[in-house]
Structure formats: structure tokens, C-alpha cells
């Protein structure tokens, strides 16, 4: 709930919406934030802001959670904004993307179990649709946070998952472009509204095809990817 907190205390005014796997399987961030939009599918809503649990705005500064001007999503913290980027095509953290967009690129690949690498998915299928790149920030708040002068977000030292430190490697599914919103399944357990903060609670429980990727349950995966660049990965499946 912390991030929903500090959005709250920077009066962003949007209704919140916090995404909560229930099940005894490995976190999939892509395939839940695909629950979340389906269950929000009939709402009235234009766009979604999905929002990192580890990565929340200390202040606003200008950095608006807005609808994206143009033909492709905004990326709210790329280089030079989020504090663990470290090459400048960073792609992650929080994304504002409206629903016809999100729709167009059958949302996040569903089979990203374990912690990472479906935003770089999501890359993938945004740049087959002409959605890339994505738009920015105003260059002010890019160089502020740059030299230091401003500080937009800070890392959430807590861990929300006890498999956060679990990296989903199998390169070779960056170009796994047939899983996403059609195939994504769950069981929507419940909404419960917080009274004090005002935020919706969705609490989801996926499924998971063994057939497929039997790892969504393994305790343990290969060793982790989450700083490896893209163009540093070795991967005969990758070409």
C-alpha cells in the first residue's frame, strides 16, 4: 500500500487500484496486471498507470500521471528519472498506457514466472504494433532529476513478495508474443475498499499451465537476469 500512500499524499487525483496475487504460485507481475485489466474491462476508465510496488514518488514535481498524448504510452520513469536505471534504453517501472493500447498489444506475456523481464516483453510487442518509443517526461524534469536537483522516487527497501528476489530466466521467452490478455487465467477472489485511504484492493488468484511452464511453482530459477542488459544476453533461442 505504500505507493498508493505517497501518490495519495501528492494529491494525484485518480482512483487506485491495488493488484494482490493470493495463490501459493511464484509472483507474475505481467500476468496479474493482465487480471486486473480484464476485471476493469467494463469500467469507464481511458488508461492505466501501472505502478511498481518497489518504486514510489517521494513528490510530484510536475511528473503528472496523465493520459499519453501521442500514439504510444508514457513512460514515467526512464533514464535519468527511475533510481536503478543504468542504460539509457531502460524500459520499466511505471507506464502510463491507455486501454486501446494496452488492448492492441494483448497486454503483458502471461508466462513471466518468477520476478522480471516482462516489461522488455511488453517492449517487444509495443515496437510490432508501431507503439514505439514510447513518450516521455518534458525534458526539465529528465535533467533535474539527472543532476540531482530533484529527487522523483526512491527504491522500497521492503520486500512485498517472498520470491522477490527471483528473476523469471528464460530469454527466449522475450519473444513470446502469443501469450498475454487471451490467455491469462485467474480467479477473482474478491474487492474490498479501504476506508481510510480510499484505494480498491482486487485480490487475484492465476493459474498455471504446467504443460507450459512448469517453473511457476519451482522455488528456485536459474540465476538472476535483472541487470543484465538486453544486448548482453546469450541465447541460442534469441539469435
Known amino acids: 500500500m505504500l505507493p498508493m500512500t505517497y501518490l495519495l499524499w501528492s494529491r494525484f487525483p485518480l482512483p487506485y487500484t491495488a493488484a494482490l496475487q493470493t495463490d501459493s504460485l511464484l509472483f507474475n507481475r505481467g500476468a496479474l496486471l493482465n487480471a486486473a485489466a480484464l476485471v476493469l474491462n467494463c469500467s469507464s476508465y481511458d488508461y492505466y498507470v501501472f505502478q511498481d510496488v518497489d518504486t514510489v514518488p517521494v513528490a510530484a514535481h510536475g511528473l503528472a500521471y496523465t493520459f499519453p498524448k501521442g500514439p504510444a504510452p508514457l513512460h514515467l520513469t526512464p533514464f535519468g528519472i527511475h533510481p536503478h536505471a543504468n542504460f539509457e534504453d531502460f524500459f520499466g517501472g511505471i507506464l502510463s498506457i491507455s486501454r486501446l493500447q494496452f488492448w492492441l498489444v494483448n497486454g503483458f506475456g502471461a508466462h513471466f514466472w518468477g520476478w522480471g523481464r516482462e516489461d522488455d516483453n511488453l517492449r517487444g510487442r509495443l515496437e510490432l504494433q508501431g507503439l514505439w518509443p514510447p513518450e516521455l517526461p518534458d525534458l526539465r524534469s529528465r535533467t533535474n ?77 536459474p540465476p538472476p537476469l535483472r541487470n543484465a542488459r538486453r544486448k548482453d544476453l546469450k541465447d541460442p533461442l534469441l539469435g
Not at 161 to 166: Q, T, V
Not at 188 to 206: F, K
Request: net charge positive; glycine share 6%.
Open 145 to 221: 532529476a539527472a543532476n540531482g536537483s530533484s529527487e522523483f522516487f526512491f527504491a522500497d527497501p521492503r520486500r512485498p513478495y517472498g520470491d522477490a528476489s527471483i528473476v523469471s530466466s528464460q530469454p527466449a521467452l522475450l519473444r513470446d508474443y502469443a501469450s498475454g490478455l487471451n490467455s491469462t487465467a485467474f480467479t477473482y477472489a474478491e474487492v474490498s475498499l479501504d476506508s481510510w485511504m480510499g484505494v480498491r484492493r482486487m485480490r487475484v488468484r492465476l493459474h498455471c499451465d504446467r504443460s507450459q511452464t512448469p517453473w511457476c511453482s519451482v522455488p528456485a530459477v
